[in-house]
């Protein structure tokens, strides 16, 4: 069985300040996925990001990074110079090749305060 | 290209009445997954369609039945409404493979009183 954990179920911090979000998965397929989505207080989530059990390059774009590390099981979240309009709900997702279902983390509330 | 789109965003229904929710998938794509969240018990699957046959199922009762039509769209029904049931329903839609990244519509947020 697949099993996303994300420990930090709320953090607040003040913009400018960086923070990570932690992201730990459990899958006995050696081929899956990882994603990351963020859900705006609107409800919609919006897709940020999607890596697979093979690459384990770190991915960068703009203020927002990823780090995957297999030998943990994680892959965290990191957000540069956090802004507010970053508060959202952000969740971590697994897929894998036995069904087209994805397994979600119990997701992470970030709050960015002015 | 316009994205996922559900109808409606907001329905308040009664105990023991049933529901039907819609979800029109992006142009070209053909499988269309439901999700449930709740606070206690978060985002649950509770099906996929691809090509109009219901191909993957969650852990959810008979009361939670969905289809796919010949134009990818896709309807979800509940009936007999518990007031468990009350949650943001999302679709979500990709081409079809695991490998494929879905994207997710606003929601229908479903009162049950």
């Known amino acids: 069985a697949q099993k996303v954990t994300q420990a930090q179920t709320e953090i607040s911090v003040v913009e400018k300040e960086d923070v990570t979000l932690d992201c730990v998965y459990e899958?006995?397929?050696?081929?899956?996925?990882l994603f990351w989505y963020k859900q705006p207080p609107s409800g919609e989530l919006v897709f940020l990001i999607r890596?697979?059990?093979?690459?384990?390059q770190n991915e960068i774009s703009g203020r927002y990074s990823w780090n995957f590390q297999k030998s943990t099981s994680s892959f965290n979240f990191t957000i540069t110079a956090s802004q507010v309009v970053d508060s959202a709900v952000y969740f971590c997702?697994?897929?894998?090749?036995?069904?087209?279902?994805?397994?979600f983390g119990g997701g992470t509330r970030l709050m960015v305060k002015p | 290209k316009a994205g996922v789109t559900q109808t409606p965003r907001y329905l308040i229904k009664t105990r023991g009445q049933q529901v039907t929710l819609s979800c029109s998938p992006i142009?070209?794509?053909?499988?269309v997954s439901w999700y449930q969240q709740t606070p206690g018990q978060g985002l649950q699957f509770l099906f996929e369609?691809?090509?109009?046959?219901?191909?993957n199922k969650g852990n959810f009762p008979g009361r939670f039945s969905g289809r796919q039509f010949s134009n990818s769209r896709s309807e979800m029904n509940v009936s007999t409404l518990e007031l468990g049931d009350s949650a943001l329903y999302l679709c979500?839609?990709?081409?079809?493979?695991?490998?494929?990244?879905?994207?997710f519509g606003p929601g229908t947020r479903l009162t049950v009183l």
């Open positions: 979500a839609s990709s081409l079809g493979q695991f490998t494929d990244t879905q994207y």
């Open positions: 899958t006995r397929d050696t081929t899956y996925y």
């Open positions: 890596r697979n059990s093979f690459d384990e």
């Open positions: 997702a697994l897929i894998h090749n036995a069904g087209n279902m994805l397994t």
């Open positions: 142009s070209g794509h053909r499988s």
């Open positions: 369609y691809f090509s109009e046959t219901q191909r």
